[in-house]
């Protein structure tokens, strides 16, 4: 089996996975959470060398006032035991997305976990926290005008490779497979720019329920697929 070198991950169907059993959405955010460990060493042990998921997005500051605080009661907690998690898989891990909308307390979580595991390099693992592509790409768009601006960069040396220096995810190949759980057909302004080429995964299963043969199936499907990138196929 080939596995891709990069997955995208939409982590969605939390809430209505603790509906089904009669629980409060925040219960299944804590499994879905649950879930993410156990998939991280999963992905390691696969020989994925690139992970991203998307865990906040800039719009789910509109949902409940209780179910905000709930999932940054979990952010908190993740973050600390992502150390753990990051020394035994070796896993650099990268938090992109806008984090100056969090606590400070996060935001320093946030730091000491990137700075703590910044030299590992067997897997590197971002995490989309107050993310939102659009945003990621007018952000990036501001920081490249206040270069020019400065006399450092001009118009005509801004190509693709040189914009994406200004993206949260530079330095990171694109991914090669993005899976969204749940059954939601949609990008949800998710790595807009980055999933250009990406293969396409969409499975009915609730994140929470998102195991190991999940992974190993939407690897297998993604392994059926004819990659051409709009050119000739290999022969
Ligand atoms: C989507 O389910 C999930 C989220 C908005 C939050 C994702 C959070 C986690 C998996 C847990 C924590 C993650 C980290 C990094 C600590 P949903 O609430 O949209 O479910 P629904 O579509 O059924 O309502």
């Known amino acids: 089996m080939r596995v891709p070198n990069h997955i995208a991950i939409i982590l969605d169907g939390n809430g209505r996975w603790a509906k089904a059993k009669g629980m409060p959405r925040g219960y299944g955010h804590i499994k879905g ?11 390691k042990d696969l020989g994925v060398k690139y992970l991203t998921v998307y865990a906040f997005s800039t719009e789910n500051w509109k949902r409940s006032r209780e ?3 709930g999932l940054m009661k979990l952010f908190r907690s993740y973050l600390k035991k992502c150390m753990k998690s990051a020394e035994k898989n070796h896993m650099r891990v990268k938090v992109i997305g806008d984090p100056s909308a969090f606590a400070p307390d996060i935001q320093e979580k946030i730091r000491q976990l990137e700075e703590f595991s910044k030299d590992y390099d067997e897997l590197y693992f971002q995490i989309a926290l107050n993310y939102g592509s659009r945003d990621e790409i007018v952000r990036g768009v501001r920081k490249l005008a206040q270069d020019v601006a400065d006399g450092k960069l001009v118009p005509d040396a801004i190509d693709e490779s040189c914009f994406e220096n200004y993206l949260d995810t530079v330095g990171v190949p694109d991914p090669d497979l993005m899976i969204r759980t749940s059954g939601e057909l949609r990008l949800s302004n998710f790595l807009m720019w980055q999933l250009a080429y990406t293969e396409f995964y969409f499975t009915d299963v609730p994140w929470p329920d998102f195991h190991k043969e999940e992974l190993i199936k939407a690897i297998e499907k993604y392994n059926e697929r004819d990659r051409r990138y709009g050119g000739v196929k290999e022969e």
């Open 33 to 43: 959470c649950a879930n993410l460990e156990t998939i991280c060493d999963d992905i």
């Open 67 to 69: 179910e905000v605080e």
